[in-house]
């Protein structure tokens, strides 16, 4: 069973916007990552917060990670048609090694 | 590093063949996943490895799966009989324990 729901399922937006995706989970978690999936291909990882962290950047990308709310969010600035993906929110829960997806977001960018 | 490698990229085959899928992981990971994707599931871990010993193999649906790493190099995911139900798009991963790196998939269909 799915770990995280990422919100929303689909978002289209156009190029020079923001994307904002969120990510609920349920259990206590060791870190939370978040992967992009182009269109037939594997899954790359962009980004990993700690659950002792509330914010991380990597270039135009910045997760904030609340595990009060057990909730993460990824914000993608000023998008470009190359974002077009789906985006997965990925846990590892305490004391285990491996990662639980969410069914995830696509992000469709227009020109 | 060349990545994670899988072959074959696609496959088509009859209900009732034996399906051998196959992972080269990256160079000095010690963990590998297998994992299989569809519209209605999503994500899904089958089985992981660490040092090569299957560590959990509880997502594996049924006995037709077996997946195998005889060496650091080399991991099989093997259906047989395979089924319609079993199309997908099967990946494989591997990591030093943090990040995850995934291969391209194979995509399998089963008429």
């Known amino acids: 069973s799915q770990q995280g729901e990422e919100d929303p399922q689909a978002l289209s937006i156009q190029e020079g916007e923001n994307a904002t995706m969120n990510c609920s989970y349920k259990?206590?978690?060791?870190?939370l990552q978040w992967y992009r999936q182009n269109s037939g291909r594997g899954l790359v990882h962009l980004i990993l917060i700690r659950s002792n962290e509330r914010e991380k950047h990597s270039g135009r990308l910045r997760v904030t990670l609340d595990t009060s709310k057990k909730s993460s969010s990824l914000l993608i600035t000023a998008s470009r048609a190359a974002d077009t993906a789906s985006y997965f929110c990925?846990?590892?829960?305490?004391?285990?090694?491996?990662?639980?997806f969410g069914k995830g977001t696509m992000l469709l960018v227009s020109p | 590093d060349a990545g994670v490698i899988q072959s074959p990229r696609h496959e088509v085959t009859e209900m009732g063949q034996e399906v051998t899928l196959r992972c080269k992981p990256i160079?000095?990971?010690?963990?590998l996943f297998w994992y299989r994707q569809t519209m209605m599931r999503g994500l899904e871990l089958l089985i992981y490895f660490n040092n090569n010993v299957p560590i959990d193999d509880s997502g594996m649906p049924e006995d037709r799966f077996s997946a195998k790493m005889p060496n650091a190099s080399f991991s099989t995911l093997k259906i047989q009989p395979s089924e319609p139900r079993d199309s997908a798009v099967y990946f494989c991963?591997?990591?030093?324990?943090?990040?995850?790196?995934f291969g391209p998939g194979t995509r399998l269909t089963v008429l």
């Open positions: 160079s000095g990971h010690d963990y």
């Open positions: 991963a591997s990591s030093l324990g943090g990040e995850q790196f």
């Open positions: 990925a846990t590892v829960s305490s004391g285990y090694s491996t990662l639980t």
């Open positions: 259990t206590s978690i060791n870190n």
